[in-house]
């Protein structure tokens, strides 16, 4: 008994830090080939990535990023994001992930109608990411229109609650494109506006995608998501994927201004001390399971 008690608590230990060890050895390494941001028909922003210079350092006279977590790096005309090197943060959820992130610095003042990405503005927002393929569940990248500050708290002289997404996410069935609004609010919360069905062949033919959060009306607050998986050898071979009509969220909700944000996130990787807790836990269990067997052994005899 003793060595078939001694067999299980080996295989318990080993597999348990095979897991954790299997799981930290992984990390997501996001690819962004261009961010481009045009706003009532000219374009505002664009970066292709190809100055060897990574954020917060943007092409321009003037244009800048805010609040870089995590570690940048620009090689072959590609922005490389490595959220393993960010902050664990919560999402509305109350989910925690590790994240990399750098916001686009537009202007906020409400008072200011003609600067930034606001109420009354026609704008587009979108990144091309290379698709990657060799990622686990709950890996993704994305775009984002956020009115919330370096360390995802309340934006200057707003609520800070809407962060709207479109996302490349990896689920246990394979990937898939969300469309999905964040509300911070007490009771807030997620909501996904939607996922439409794409064949996993579609993500396995082409390499690329290209991401576009869009607001179409300087009437409206309505925020629409279109994308467009790209064949990097060839742009012309190109699958655009629209959602439904009516499909929409809101970015403006008591402020008239977003910025725009380019991420990556994946679950977070444990810390050393992760797999001291394990072996302690595990020990513990062995000790109990042991001392359980010599008391049932000896109630036996007696």
Known sequence: MKTRLSHRLA???ATGILA????????????????????????????TFSDGVAPPTAPGEFATYLFPRGEFLEANGKLILNPATGPITANAAGALSSTTRITF????????????????????????????????PQDTYGLRLTDRDALGQLGAGTNGDDVI??????????????????????G????????????????????????????????????????????????????????????????????NWTRAEIYAAQAPIPEPETYAMLLAGLGLVGWQLRRRAKRDAASRIA
Request: aromatic share 8%.
């Open 11 to 13: 295989g318990a230990a």
């Open 20 to 47: 954790i060890a299997s799981h930290s050895a992984h990390a997501l390494i996001a690819e962004v080939d261009t961010f481009k941001i045009i706003k009532n028909g000219t374009e505002l922003f664009l970066d």
């Open 105 to 136: 610095s537009t202007n906020i003042v409400p008072e200011d109608q003609v600067t930034g990405l606001k109420s009354n503005h026609v704008f587009s927002v979108s990144a091309t990411f290379t698709l990657l393929d060799n990622t686990v």
């Open 165 to 186: 997404e479109l996302r490349v996410n990896h689920g246990p069935n394979g990937r898939n494109l969300q469309f999905r609004r964040q509300n911070f609010l007490p």
């Open 188 to 255: 807030g919360g997620i909501t996904v506006l939607g996922s439409p069905a794409i064949s996993q062949a579609w993500f396995d033919k082409y390499e690329q995608v290209e991401l576009t959060l869009e607001k179409t009306d300087s009437n409206s607050n309505a925020i629409s998501a279109r994308a467009r998986l790209i064949d990097a050898d060839n742009p012309n071979d190109s699958l655009t994927i629209n959602w439904p009509t009516g499909t929409t969220t809101s970015a403006f909700n008591g402020e």
